[in-house]
């Protein structure tokens, strides 16, 4: 403020001096000017245009003082109301330097004063904000309402909160209650996935509630309320190795299978056996993924096992994925996995298989199949280590946008029981029909009706009371999907 002061005096004194200067000027001109000049004015001329006597060139220059005070009591003002925070090498240094200068003509020019320091380059390190976004928020609200046409009296398990008297379905999981309108699954979900041009850092969080937490979090070591409502959570770093190597640590749903835990993404609304009983739903660790070109990828993984964040042993389940897509109609995937899952015992070794092919010949009809095979555990009651294994096929019409048929046909064959006995070990082999009309009513809402028969080798299903070995189901499904960049 105060060198903004100097300037105004400066410029205002050096406008003084020269309003002075020209009125001495004005006056010499009058005392030097010739007579034949002065006989040529006429007595007409007004007496303003008359030259300023001193007198009035002295007022003239004193009215131009009391304006300089006025402006010096303003400028007084406004310093006490901003104060004085104007730094010493801001711009107005150099221009009460110019104005200086010129008022000054005689005086050499001082030199110029060095330029300011550049500003610091920013950081070029991740900041805050390019970690944190931009992310997508998506979510779905799925619900349900199932009919069992054998009237199964079961009491529902430990995993099912509520009312212990809640009719179940066999050999089901995420679609188990019946007679009842039933929550299934909500979920929210935060993904912000790196990317080599904005941000290496990524994460993807889902937060999930319902029925289906409760069945993917039931066999958690820590037991059910362990984290069961984060259904996913990691973070993601895309190492600088080729194209990108991703590098995943934290809970992710398992690679496994050809359906997945969210209704929504399957064709079919109830969950396959292959899906329930042969392989897990999630997995605690280390993965890492590179994709190669858009017809090869391979991922590779090191976990605590199956289905827990808590280890039940000291020993690790490692394994991989190669996906290959030779054209737009084929894609192939092949799973393994292998480590120690039995409670406190790392000599047992689990190993699994899972088989995945897709074709779609057309735009409308689309083929999948899905194969698993696992083995190593042991048991007292079998003399070698048990063995599960099972196939499941798939056939996809989509009539158009907004209608589309699917049928499921699936075998399981579970020879010692050790994957389906839930409370024997009893040795069947089951097969299913599924059938599912789907229909959008919007491109956010989907409805599907659904039509189930599973066909047991033993009576492990329910009539009532009495054990049967089939049952029939119908389930009428509502999904609703939302992502907040759509909202407005």
Same mark, same amino acid.
């Given at each position: 403020?105060?060198? %903004?002061?100097?300037?105004?005096?400066?410029?205002?004194?050096?406008?003084?001096?020269?309003?002075?200067?020209?009125?001495?000027?004005?006056?010499?001109?009058?005392?030097?000017?010739?007579?034949?000049?002065?006989?040529?004015?006429?007595?007409?001329?007004?007496?303003?245009?008359?030259?300023?006597?001193?007198?009035?060139?002295?007022?003239?220059?004193?009215?131009?003082?009391?304006?300089?005070?006025?402006?010096?009591?303003?400028?007084?003002?406004?310093?006490?109301?901003?104060?004085?925070?104007?730094?010493?090498?801001?711009?107005?240094?150099?221009?009460?330097?110019?104005?200086?200068?010129?008022?000054?003509?005689?005086?050499?020019?001082?030199?110029?004063?060095?330029?300011?320091?550049?500003?610091?380059?920013?950081?070029?390190?991740?900041?805050?904000?390019?970690?944190?976004?931009?992310?997508?928020? =998506?979510?779905?609200?799925?619900?349900?309402?199932?009919?069992?046409?054998?009237?199964?009296?079961?009491?529902?398990?430990?995993?099912?909160?509520?009312?212990?008297?809640?009719?179940?379905?066999?050999?089901?999981?995420?679609?188990?209650?019946?007679?009842?309108?039933?929550?299934?699954?909500?979920?929210?979900?935060?993904?912000?996935?790196?990317?080599?041009?904005?941000?290496?850092?990524?994460?993807? !969080?889902?937060?999930?509630?319902?029925?289906?937490?409760?069945?993917?979090?039931?066999?958690?070591?820590?037991?059910?309320?362990?984290?069961?409502?984060?259904?996913?959570?990691?973070?993601?770093?895309?190492?600088? !190795?080729?194209?990108?190597?991703?590098?995943?640590?934290?809970?992710?749903?398992?690679?496994?299978?050809?359906?997945?835990?969210?209704?929504?993404?399957?064709?079919?609304?109830?969950?396959?056996?292959? %899906?329930?009983?042969?392989?897990?739903?999630?997995? %605690?660790?280390?993965?890492?993924?590179?994709?190669?070109?858009?017809?090869?990828?391979?991922?590779?993984?090191?976990?605590?096992?199956?289905?827990?964040?808590?280890?039940?042993?000291?020993?690790? =389940?490692?394994?991989?994925?190669?996906?290959?897509?030779?054209?737009?109609?084929?894609?192939?995937?092949?799973?393994?996995?292998?480590?120690?899952?039995?409670?406190?015992?790392?000599?047992?070794?689990?190993?699994?298989?899972? =088989?995945?092919?897709?074709? =779609?010949?057309?735009?409308?009809?689309?083929?999948?199949?899905?194969?698993?095979?696992?083995?190593?555990?042991?048991?007292?009651?079998?003399?070698?280590?048990?063995?599960?294994?099972?196939?499941?096929?798939?056939?996809?019409?989509?009539?158009?946008?907004?209608?589309?048929?699917?049928?499921?046909?699936?075998?399981?064959?579970?020879?010692?029981?050790?994957?389906?006995?839930?409370?024997?070990?009893?040795?069947?082999?089951?097969?299913?029909?599924?059938?599912?009309?789907?229909?959008?009513?919007?491109?956010?809402?989907?409805?599907?009706?659904?039509?189930?028969?599973?066909?047991?080798?033993?009576?492990?299903?329910?009539?009532?009371?009495?054990?049967?070995?089939?049952?029939?189901?119908?389930?009428?499904?509502?999904?609703?999907?939302?992502?907040?960049?759509?909202?407005?």
């Amino acid at each position: 403020m105060k060198n %903004f002061r100097n300037i105004l005096v400066a410029v205002v004194t050096l406008c003084l001096m020269m309003v002075g200067a020209s009125l001495l000027r004005a006056e010499d001109g009058k005392n030097e000017a010739p007579p034949a000049a002065a006989s040529e004015a006429t007595p007409s001329a007004s007496p303003a245009a008359a030259p300023a006597s001193p007198g009035e060139v002295s007022s003239r220059m004193q009215e131009l003082q009391d304006e300089m005070d006025r402006i010096q009591g303003e400028m007084s003002i406004l310093k006490k109301q901003l104060g004085a925070s104007t730094s010493a090498a801001s711009p107005s240094a150099s221009v009460t330097q110019t104005a200086q200068t010129e008022s000054t003509p005689a005086t050499p020019a001082a030199p110029a004063s060095p330029p300011a320091q550049a500003a610091a380059p920013a950081s070029t390190g991740p900041s805050m904000a390019s970690i944190l976004g931009p992310l997508s928020i =998506t979510g779905f609200v799925d619900g349900y309402y199932g009919y069992n046409f054998e009237h199964p009296h079961v009491s529902a398990p430990s995993v099912l909160p509520g009312n212990p008297a809640t009719g179940l379905s066999g050999l089901r999981a995420f679609d188990s209650p019946y007679s009842q309108l039933s929550l299934n699954a909500v979920e929210l979900i935060m993904d912000k996935p790196p990317d080599a041009s904005n941000s290496r850092i990524g994460y993807h !969080v889902a937060l999930g509630f319902g029925n289906a937490m409760n069945v993917v979090g039931s066999t958690e070591p820590g037991g059910l309320g362990y984290a069961q409502y984060l259904k996913e959570a990691y973070g993601s770093y895309l190492a600088p !190795v080729g194209k990108g190597l991703q590098i995943d640590f934290g809970k992710f749903v398992t690679q496994h299978g050809a359906e997945v835990i969210e209704s929504k993404d399957n064709w079919n609304y109830s969950r396959s056996l292959l %899906f329930t009983y042969a392989i897990p739903f999630y997995h %605690f660790g280390l993965r890492a993924k590179y994709v190669f070109s858009d017809k090869y990828n391979f991922t590779a993984y090191l976990v605590n096992g199956w289905n827990d964040i808590v280890d039940n042993n000291t020993g690790k =389940t490692a394994g991989f994925q190669f996906g290959w897509n030779p054209n737009k109609k084929w894609a192939f995937v092949q799973n393994y996995m292998v480590g120690p899952e039995e409670a406190n015992n790392n000599k047992n070794i689990r190993q699994l298989w899972d =088989t995945e092919l897709t074709y =779609t010949p057309t735009s409308k009809l689309s083929l999948m199949g899905n194969f698993d095979y696992g083995r190593g555990d042991r048991i007292p009651t079998w003399a070698n280590p048990v063995w599960w294994s099972g196939v499941a096929a798939y056939v996809k019409y989509q009539f158009n946008q907004n209608y589309a048929l699917a049928t499921r046909y699936e075998y399981y064959d579970d020879p010692s029981g050790f994957t389906t006995g839930i409370t024997a070990l009893t040795p069947q082999h089951i097969h299913e029909i599924t059938e599912t009309f789907e229909r959008k009513i919007h491109n956010n809402l989907i409805t599907r009706l659904e039509y189930r028969r599973d066909m047991a080798s033993q009576n492990t299903l329910f009539k009532g009371t009495t054990p049967v070995d089939h049952q029939d189901t119908v389930a009428a499904g509502l999904i609703y999907t939302f992502d907040l960049k759509e909202v407005k």
